[in-house]
């Protein structure tokens, strides 16, 4: 067992060896790739799929009713006592749902923005999952698992395809919200793959990440003697040793040099135009999710391969700052304009076709409510909507369906193992060949399981 460990120790990537001094150079893939890059806006907390897009007549009708004990019947939910010490009973809609576009998908007031790109978007509104409480059901979306030590969907990417950026890390984390998301770092962490992989945090305001600039008294040929000498005492001990983390550390001293001029070239928005701005309803100074969507923008125009943006707090018991009648649509309107802006950009500046844009949080919210001081609804694993544009993802079609309650998903469910699945395929990489050996065994980013969404294949 310690001899495969030992030997399997760089793992299998597309076509070059993880921790190699080209580790994130960019590769082919297993199979053609639709697009080279993804920015996955995650709505962090649990969207209410029920005020958003999964329309439900039948739900409005049966208002304050008890849901059949058929539902429920051997179902777990996050917080027991306050959806059943009463009867639960059934919550409808919260909001006004109209049809859009040439699809006719339904979308509610809460989307004005959203609901004029339905064309160019498709919506999954049969997503599954296996976990319900946050933490753990962030790192089941990110990671394929929701134990600790998992490498994430864009350390897996890197690791498959490298990026195509020379002065950006290849995977990007962008942040807004109240508060950073449940679980933090391991969310966008490498695991058990090279470090060389792992998302880097940048900040909406300052310094892209502390201690970038120079000290003073320390200019730009002093520096680089320094890393020069620190580069060839690590390749010593990188000979005597083959520890491939020490090329790890090479190469991150190394972009965080090139960092010190493309990350704040990166954060300067001075030469995008003012109708640029009004697009996504952005400041050029001020951090905001609208703000980090056209950041997004800027990141896969130089390379970049996978850019996440996480916004909190969607969730939405009915507690204080968790309700549907006044928290719920300020998270819709923080974010509504910047996700439509970012499609209508890409689209204009030909970046669409390469680019696949997800949104969608850890799990939806039922159709029963809670009894709260006001109006909520439970964390609910077993349906809830996402949607995805671009990259080779066919606009203008809705995907899958639940019943007339939206408790269940009834046509082509699609749990995130598919999810995982399908985005790698797009990318070109078959997630059943994307392995990597660790402690004994080889690892996927979707376990033993994933099947392609076909209808998200054009």
């Not at 067992?1 to 190699?20: E, F, I, N, P, V």
């Not at 996955?40 to 999964?54: I, K, N, R, V, W």
């Given at each position: 067992?310690?001899?495969?460990?030992?030997?399997?120790?760089?793992?299998?990537?597309?076509?070059?060896?993880?921790?190699?001094?080209d580790a994130m150079a960019p590769r082919a893939g297993h199979v053609p790739a639709k697009a080279k890059s993804i920015i996955?806006?995650?709505?962090?907390?649990?969207?209410?799929?029920?005020?958003?897009?999964?329309w439900k007549p039948k739900l409005a009708q049966l208002h304050g009713q008890p849901i059949p004990d058929s539902f429920i019947e051997g179902k777990r939910f996050a917080f027991m006592d306050s959806s059943f010490k009463n009867k639960s009973t059934l919550l409808g809609p919260k909001r006004a749902f109209r049809q859009h576009g040439q699809s006719g998908a339904w979308v509610s007031d809460l989307l004005p923005h959203?609901?004029?790109?339905?064309?160019?978007?498709?919506?999954?509104?049969?997503?599954?999952?296996?976990?319900?409480?946050?933490?753990?059901?962030?790192?089941f979306m990110n990671t394929g698992s929701g134990q600790f030590g998992r490498p994430s969907m864009g350390a897996w990417v890197t690791y498959g395809i490298g990026s195509e950026s020379q002065?950006?890390?290849?995977?990007?984390?962008?942040?807004?919200?109240?508060r950073g998301p449940r679980g933090g770092a391991v969310n966008w962490g490498s695991g058990f793959l090279p470090t060389t992989y792992q998302g880097v945090p940048?900040?909406?305001?300052?310094?892209?990440?502390?201690?970038?600039?120079?000290?003073?008294?320390?200019?730009?040929?002093?520096?680089?003697?320094?890393?020069?000498?620190?580069?060839?005492?690590?390749?010593?001990?990188?000979?005597?040793?083959?520890?491939?983390?020490?090329?790890?550390?090479?190469?991150?001293?190394?972009?965080?040099y090139r960092m010190q001029t493309s990350a704040p070239e990166l954060m300067d928005?001075?030469?995008?135009?003012?109708?640029?701005?009004?697009?996504?309803?952005?400041?050029?100074?001020?951090?905001?999710?609208?703000?980090?969507?056209?950041?997004?923008?800027?990141?896969?125009?130089?390379?970049?391969?996978?850019?996440?943006?996480y916004h909190t707090n969607w969730d939405s018991h009915g507690g204080p700052g968790e309700t549907l009648e006044d928290d719920f649509p300020k998270r819709c309107f923080e974010t509504d304009q910047g996700c439509a802006a970012l499609v209508r950009d890409l689209q204009s500046r030909g970046l669409l076709d390469s680019t696949i844009v997800v949104w969608g949080g850890e799990f939806g919210r039922t159709p029963m409510g809670e009894a709260r001081d006001k109006t909520g609804r439970n964390h609910h694993i077993d349906a809830f909507t996402m949607w995805f544009a671009g990259g080779g993802v066919p606009g203008g079609r809705v995907i899958g369906e639940t019943d007339e309650l939206g408790f269940n998903a009834v046509a082509d469910r699609a749990h995130v193992h598919d999810i995982h699945a399908t985005l790698l395929h797009l990318l070109g990489l078959e997630h059943e060949r994307l392995t990597y050996r660790f402690q004994g065994r080889d690892y996927r980013l979707t376990d033993i399981h994933g099947e392609l969404i076909k209808p998200l294949l054009a």
């Open positions: 067992m310690a001899l495969a460990s030992l030997m399997g120790q760089h793992g299998s990537a597309a076509t070059a060896t993880a921790g190699s001094n996955f806006l995650f709505m962090a907390g649990g969207p209410s799929q029920l005020e958003m897009f999964d959203t609901a004029q790109i339905v064309d160019d978007i498709a919506i999954v509104k049969s997503c599954a999952t296996n976990l319900f409480n946050h933490a753990p059901a962030k790192l002065d950006l890390p290849g995977f990007v984390v962008l942040q807004s919200g109240p940048l900040r909406g305001q300052g310094d892209p990440i502390l201690n970038l600039s120079n000290p003073d008294g320390i200019d730009a040929a002093r520096q680089r003697r320094a890393l020069d000498a620190l580069r060839d005492l690590n390749l010593q001990h990188q000979v005597a040793t083959q520890d491939p983390e020490i090329l790890t550390r090479i190469a991150s001293y190394e972009m965080a928005l001075s030469r995008e135009s003012d109708a640029t701005l009004r697009l996504y309803g952005a400041d050029r100074e001020k951090p905001s999710f609208a703000r980090n969507c056209l950041l997004a923008r800027r990141l896969v125009e130089r390379g970049v391969r996978f850019v996440q943006l």
